[in-house]
């Protein structure tokens, strides 16, 4: 481990009560290479942006490991998906007291706050066991690790680990759990968890890795005042002073040149998005880049989703902000397997403010109509050439938003699906059990042969795109297999 961090670890063990991880180290003041930024300055951009009325305004917000976003207002608390915006009233705030974190538990969404932990399902809320096996304690932070089950929570007096049902304590040594705040970083290559606390102006780093756990003290940070991890494991601090910085996984640590009275950082976990609010503007990071931005009002309080999508309050309004228009290709999905010819249109959300068009696909620039923005993929599903072919698309904006840079691949398999060893296959396993002969329900069309499914092919393919069938509670087929359906019934029914 680099010199800087505190390299002498104490073995800890995992029982429902875990003894101290007790690190000890010199005050190392930190290592700012003597020249060089790791970020610079760009031109300023005009974020995209979306009101949405909020009765009580945004209090404070929290991502979750989905990429959704927990808004809570004076009353409520909502919850703010990517692909269906704003959701209300997902559960009353005095369930909580005050939002301090969730995380996703089996089929239920844990709350956590001072009040406790309530779970909500679709059957509504209710107090599951960590809220008991955490009375007496006030959580300040609840977090997920990424990808598991893990849960860790701060408290007013210890830090646990919520691991298979078993409540753990894992003490750092010199926390004062009095004014803290805490995130998870990039997991180390040898599979450490790690886990980052703010601890009034100091950070802390706490790796696990299943049932072991140990404690790091890391002394070489700027005075911290705000702080989170960038999707590369990146540190970045606003310091007490209103400076912006970046430590790298080797210790090292940047000045961001530019930005100053920097008041807070969130990072987005999907992208290398930050936004920096500072006392006057925000800023937009990425690929190594600051971007300023100067909103009517500054944000009271603000998330990132793992998109890079700012979602923040002003007053009682909420705002979802992005430094770019989505561009994508209708009809082509990233990793789709193709049997026919295919007209795929590039679609954006600002056909208004678009300004130019450059598209390549399988190594070669397809001639792009500005105003009709199309462009063909042929493909002859009678003699396909088996492959994996790229299609890259770059978009300009004339808003002042960022430029857009967009690629994908698709498959060409060696022959088109048939309905032995394919389509076949899908109805035996998903069909025949209400659409077979001996066991049809009532009303139910047969449904075993090749000839039944070419007579009813165009309300099979409704009902699988669409997942009308199979019937709940079935889950709904998988995309690929609805493509092979659908695939097939394009390249003629092949036997």
């Known amino acids: 481990m680099h010199e800087t961090w505190v390299t002498r670890f104490a073995a800890c063990a995992v029982l429902l009560m875990m003894s101290s991880c007790a690190v000890e180290g010199s005050d190392a003041e930190p290592r700012f290479p003597p020249a060089g930024h790791a970020v610079a300055m760009g031109e300023p951009l005009t974020a995209v942006t979306e009101r949405v009325s909020v009765p009580g305004g945004m209090v404070r917000a929290v991502t979750l490991p989905d990429g959704s976003i927990l808004v809570e207002s004076e009353l409520m608390i909502h919850r703010w998906r990517p692909d269906r915006g704003l959701e209300r009233d997902v559960a009353p705030n005095t369930e909580v007291g ?4 969730a995380a996703h538990v089996g089929n239920a969404l844990f709350l956590a706050g001072p009040a406790g932990i309530v779970g909500l399902t679709e059957e509504g809320l209710y107090r599951p066991p960590l809220h008991d096996a955490l009375v007496g304690h006030e959580v300040v932070q609840f977090e997920q ?3 598991a089950q893990d849960v860790w929570v701060l408290t007013d007096r210890t830090l646990f680990r919520w691991r298979d049902g078993l409540l753990e304590d894992v003490a750092v040594s010199g926390l004062r759990l009095e004014d803290n705040e805490m995130t998870f970083g990039l997991q180390s290559e040898d599979g450490w968890d790690r886990l980052y606390i703010r601890d009034g102006e100091a950070l802390f780093l706490v790796e696990a890795r299943g049932p072991e756990t140990r404690a790091v003290r890391l002394l070489s ?7 989170d991890v960038d999707v590369g494991g990146g540190l970045w601090v606003c310091d007490t002073s209103g400076g912006l910085h970046r430590g790298d996984l080797l210790g090292a640590w940047y000045d961001i040149a530019g930005v100053t009275g920097a008041e807070q950082v969130r990072a987005s976990r999907g992208t290398d998005a930050v936004w920096v609010r500072t006392a006057d503007a925000l800023y937009y990071g990425e690929a190594r880049t600051l971007h300023s931005w100067v909103p009517e009002e500054l944000p009271s309080s603000f998330a990132v989703s793992s998109g890079g999508v700012l979602v923040a309050g002003v007053r009682r309004m909420v705002f979802r902000a992005s430094a770019r228009h989505r561009v994508w290709l209708r009809t082509l999905e990233d990793g789709e397997e193709v049997f026919a010819s295919r007209r795929v249109r590039i679609a954006t959300d600002a056909d208004e403010a678009l300004e130019s068009v450059e598209v390549h696909h399988a190594g070669a620039r397809v001639a792009v109509e500005l105003m009709n923005a199309y462009f063909d993929i042929e493909i002859d ?7 994996r072919f790229p299609v890259e698309v770059w978009a300009t904006f004339g808003d002042g938003t960022l430029p857009v840079e967009l690629s994908l691949h698709y498959a060409v398999p060696g022959e088109a699906p048939r309905w032995e060893g394919d389509v076949g296959v899908i109805a035996d396993t998903y069909c025949v059990e209400c659409h077979g002969a001996e066991n049809a329900m009532a009303g139910a069309r047969h449904l075993e042969t090749r000839q039944q499914w070419v007579d009813a092919f165009d309300q099979i393919q409704y009902n699988v795109t669409t997942g009308n069938m199979p019937k709940a509670p ?10 092979r359906i659908v695939a097939w019934g394009q390249t003629g029914f092949a036997e």
């Open 98 to 101: 005050e939002l301090r974190g």
């Open 474 to 483: 079935r889950a709904a087929l998988a995309d690929e297999l609805v493509r």
């Open 221 to 227: 940070a700027p005075p911290v005042a705000s702080f």
């Open 381 to 387: 599903p009678e003699a396909p050439v088996a492959g």
């Open 145 to 147: 690790v990424p990808g």
